[in-house]
């Protein structure tokens, strides 16, 4: 069974909806039969690179609330991730573009290591002091060493403004031909969507309702043929 998860680096929901789906995954019985494969999706896809911001100061220019209200919110979701074991910053964060995260996201799984990037994006994002954005290209690059990629590779996908660029885009419509207008956003075999930062109870029903309703394997036998079993191969005679 394959799921695929659209999110954005920037989006606490998704740091935290990631902790709710996979401590359900990590209890769901065919685990080891999940593929989980992460997709792109840019919260403020029109916002220039070197434009970064504090959080406080974009939520109240974004959503025209109070700085009091803001913070009120980053209390919430800090309490939100403490709850599934997450550290998360509160107050002195900064907000900025994501579309380079995105294309080493997209270097990640070709290597393998995609699930590994996007936990140390989360982390270094919302949880330690260093920023994920004023620090240019080497900050990533470190980020991208600390996931098992290797920093030569990361500064050549990074220094070409093209690399995966069209697989990012690719990502996003197919987001909006989903119907996804917020992220997180959960797609289960393609049969079943999960939107938002659910509870982990939400997520373990919707493994199994998909996983009890793959089509069962078709056989389209021409005839009898060897074949090896249990007690051995058919040895053929003359």
Not at 200 to 207: G, H, I, P, S, T
Request: a negative charge; one cysteine or more.
């Amino acid at each position: 069974m394959k799921v695929e998860i659209w999110s954005d680096i920037a989006c606490p929901w998704c740091y935290v909806g990631k902790a709710r789906f996979e401590k359900a995954l990590d209890a769901f019985p065919h685990r080891d039969q999940v593929e989980v494969v992460h997709r792109s999706f840019e919260l403020d896809p029109g916002r220039a690179k070197d434009d970064i911001q504090p959080v406080i100061r974009m939520l109240t220019k974004k959503y025209g609330m109070s700085e009091a209200q803001a913070q009120a919110g980053e209390e919430n979701l800090g309490a939100q991730a403490a709850a599934e074991g997450l550290d998360y910053r509160t107050r002195d964060r900064d907000h900025g573009n994501t579309f380079d995260m995105h294309r080493l996201l997209h270097h990640a799984k070709e290597r393998g290591r995609q699930n590994e990037l996007i936990q140390v994006l989360y982390k270094a994002n919302f949880a330690e002091e260093r920023s994920l954005f004023s620090e240019g290209d080497e900050r990533l690059v470190e980020l991208a060493v600390a996931a098992g990629l290797d920093a030569d590779d990361a500064r050549q996908v990074l220094a070409d403004p093209n690399a995966y660029a069209d697989d990012v885009r690719a990502d996003e419509r197919e987001a909006a031909e989903l119907g996804a207008n917020g992220v997180p956003f959960f797609v289960l075999d393609r049969k079943y969507g999960v939107s938002g930062a659910q509870p982990a109870e939400v997520f373990a029903q919707a493994l199994t309702q998909a996983w009890g309703e793959r089509p069962p394997l078709k056989l389209l036998d021409e005839g009898d043929a060897e074949a090896c079993g249990p007690d051995g191969c058919a040895v053929p005679q003359r």
